[in-house]
């Protein structure tokens, strides 16, 4: 069979009219489908009840310091959950500050701290007339939604399978001063499972920075979430922290990661890890913030989690529910679309999403089609800064939420879209 | 006998040996108590142990509207959580967003809010060259520690057993634009133990201001926590919302409540309530930040302490365990100083403070000879911005923690540090 770029506009009317048919037949079936958002699924959820009775005499609420974790104290986190953080973060427990329950408002209140006040001694970043942020696309929603909130201009870098193209960020980095930091999502990366190669990460840590307090935001959010227990096709990241303190910039970075996707989404446990003076700093000025986190949750992870190795044996139970969602996806788009010819995919190792490049000019109409049909996919555009995809054509695809079942026809009727967008493209 | 100002300085060095010999003796027995935060006692805690398995079954794990808890979703509470807090708060479901574990980091991200983005619509406030706040005294050293940390200038004004002395607060409140809002706890008031008269709230609420984005942050820490169950013991507290509505200043306010002192401090749940249009700007705000707090939390309260007759019914055995702590620490205090004749102090109803009032030019020497016996007091000064009282003056006693017979020794210790304190500034 030709691809559609191969076909005549007869035969593209022709596949045009077949793909309507197809279309309206799902239309008719009154589907309600949500591909939207990368939340784990019901049975993923499972996984954790123990978690909610881990506590079960009153010896698991005092700390191995003797902190009754019952009342008042502790800011940086009970030495038990700042152990077990340290072993996502690839850091040392003295570098982490473990917080609430998730890590986005961590990146924010690091961020707005740094507006309000500064970091390790330069100036407030409120005072600048306006800052400037690197962001990679296509990337995460809601650090774009932080950067634009705090009114900063965002420039979009392209990843490539090694991560941003480190040419362009360096180039920017150097360019002006309030260029201040830049979004990573550097293993398993949201939306396209990228994991930045070793180059990325040492070029990142030692770039030449314009600003003497850029900071690297390390949102290393998947870094535990394989899809597979074959070490083979687990990715492996170079840690960051190493990395800025090897180049002499020790300063740099950020880390942050929760268990929002391995234990509960809003009842997790957070953290950061950075350098001792950020870390100082850090705690400097939440101590202003807040008189502690809630440290029975974090005992209650430490005793359902364990260790790094109860972590990896947890995230095994979660990658067989979720591996046969991303192994459908992924055939789904082949057989339906490699014989048109359009679109282009990724296959992560890890994560949470597959990302799919549609024909440029097409991606919105395909949500929008897909939505129609009862499909609800991420707003196209939401991979870039402001929601604008320049180039309206990527697409972000959650598998996780939906059972196979409603995965299977949630696909069929996305590939039934693509194609369709496709050739309404072609033909106009 | 007479009192120490009625003393010859001969009676005073005779009473000051005697003294001397008691120190001695405090000092030769080692003690190590405390007086100095206000924490729940370990009696307190235990009331609450049942809140850790209040959840029996997956079931209680989904709100009222079907929600999963464990799951991604719901940014302001889940609907059963607003009800428990907007109890608290006397206020509508509708204008509370339940948050995370405690109330102080809500009122720094909302004051921070403020500073960012300014509020309904005014200029962010960090555009302004200078800010000032009018600060309550005695009052919260925590309060002060978040207007002090984004550098605004804190004018004290003194509270009398109304509340703050509101010719002073109207007369600084229309002096300027740059003052932008008041720190209240309105209700057993830290450490006063003074609920605000109607008045003075009326006052409050409908006091002319220079900037029209003045704002009352109302912190009602203590509104349950209530020393006895009879009525007539009980303050009564006019609800800031309804006399700023009634004034024709709906958002003026912006009030906190929390289960700190209630569950479990660091893993109890906080909130805020406040008009629509600053509940609808703080949710569109916190969106950047978050994307919703732990539900699961939300839920054990709401299944542990049900609705406000729960929450009054287990305040009642709060009551039970701290009420002889304070009322020990008056007796002694009436007992080991009437007559001395030197110092002045509370008797509240409720809250968990009771404030001494030194001699002027005492305080600071009280607590170290304290410290040097054993027993840890608050910092003298801790009750006034930047923890400088200009008269020294002001001891915030934290009776909960300590058991009664440490109680006890620690109120001895405590009072001869006063009278020996007294006598040395006498003789001086």
């Keep these: 069979m030709p691809t559609y770029a191969e076909m005549t506009a007869e035969e593209l009317l022709e596949a045009k009219r077949a793909l309507l048919a197809q279309y309206e037949a799902y239309k008719a079936k009154d589907l309600k489908?949500?591909?939207?958002?990368?939340?784990?699924?019901?049975?993923?959820?499972?996984?954790?009840?123990?978690?909610?009775?881990?506590?079960?005499?009153?010896?698991?609420?005092?700390?191995?310091?003797?902190?009754?974790?019952?009342?008042?104290?502790?800011?940086?986190?009970i030495p038990e959950a700042k152990e077990l953080m340290a072993?996502?973060?690839?850091?040392?427990?003295?570098?982490?500050?473990?917080f609430g329950n998730a890590s986005l408002p961590i990146m924010y209140d690091t961020l707005a701290r740094c507006i309000d006040f500064g970091t390790c001694g330069s100036a407030p970043w409120h005072t600048y007339d306006s800052l400037i942020w690197i962001c990679p696309v296509p990337g995460y929603d809601r650090h774009f939604a932080i950067t634009e909130a705090f009114g900063i201009t965002m420039v979009p870098v392209r990843m490539d399978e090694n991560g941003p193209d480190m040419d362009e960020?360096?180039?920017?980095?150097?360019?002006?001063?309030?260029?201040?930091?830049?979004?990573?999502?550097?293993?398993?990366?949201?939306?396209?499972?990228?994991?930045?190669?070793?180059?990325?990460?040492?070029?990142?840590?030692?770039?030449?920075?314009?600003?003497?307090?850029?900071?690297?935001?390390?949102?290393?959010?998947?870094?535990?979430?394989?899809?597979?227990?074959?070490?083979?096709?687990?990715?492996?990241?170079?840690?960051?922290?190493?990395?800025?303190?090897?180049?002499?910039?020790?300063?740099?970075?950020?880390?942050?990661?929760?268990?929002?996707?391995?234990?509960?989404?809003?009842?997790?446990?957070?953290?950061?890890?950075?350098?001792?003076?950020?870390?100082?700093?850090?705690?400097?000025?939440?101590?202003?913030?807040?008189?502690?986190?809630?440290?029975?949750?974090?005992?209650?992870?430490?005793?359902?989690?364990?260790?790094?190795?109860?972590?990896?044996?947890?995230?095994?139970?979660?990658?067989?529910?979720?591996r046969p969602k991303f192994e459908l996806v992924?055939?789904?788009?082949?057989e339906g679309l490699k014989d048109a010819g359009v679109g282009s995919w990724t296959n992560p190792n890890g994560g949470y999403f597959v990302s799919f490049d549609a024909p440029s000019g097409t991606a919105k109409r395909i949500v929008s089609l897909a939505k129609d049909a009862g499909v609800v996919m991420t707003g196209a555009g939401a991979t870039w800064p402001h929601g604008e995809d320049p180039y309206d054509s990527n697409i972000r695809i959650a598998p996780t939420l939906p059972p196979l079942e409603e995965l299977d026809v949630a696909m069929d009727v996305f590939v039934c879209c693509v194609k369709l967008a496709s050739i309404e493209k072609m033909l106009a």
Aim: glycine residues 6%.
């Design 33 to 77: 489908l949500n591909m939207a958002r990368g939340k784990p699924a019901s049975a993923q959820l499972d996984l954790s009840l123990p978690l909610l009775s881990a506590i079960t005499s009153t010896s698991d609420l005092h700390a191995a310091d003797g902190t009754d974790l019952r009342n008042y104290g502790v800011l940086d986190g």
């Design 87 to 98: 072993s996502m973060l690839d850091d040392d427990p003295e570098n982490v500050i473990v």
């Design 330 to 334: 992924c055939s789904k788009l082949e």
């Design 169 to 322: 960020v360096e180039r920017i980095a150097a360019s002006d001063e309030r260029v201040k930091g830049i979004w990573c999502v550097p293993k398993y990366s949201n939306p396209g499972g990228v994991t930045y190669s070793d180059e990325v990460v040492r070029r990142l840590a030692s770039m030449e920075t314009a600003a003497e307090d850029f900071r690297i935001f390390w949102d290393n959010a998947y870094c535990v979430h394989h899809l597979y227990d074959e070490a083979d096709k687990q990715d492996q990241l170079l840690d960051i922290g190493k990395a800025c303190i090897e180049a002499g910039n020790p300063n740099r970075y950020f880390k942050f990661a929760s268990t929002s996707k391995i234990t509960f989404p809003g009842a997790g446990i957070a953290a950061m890890a950075a350098s001792p003076e950020n870390i100082a700093e850090a705690k400097k000025r939440i101590g202003i913030q807040t008189i502690g986190y809630d440290k029975i949750n974090q005992m209650r992870h430490v005793l359902f989690l364990k260790d790094a190795q109860g972590i990896a044996a947890h995230m095994s139970q979660h990658a067989a529910i979720i």
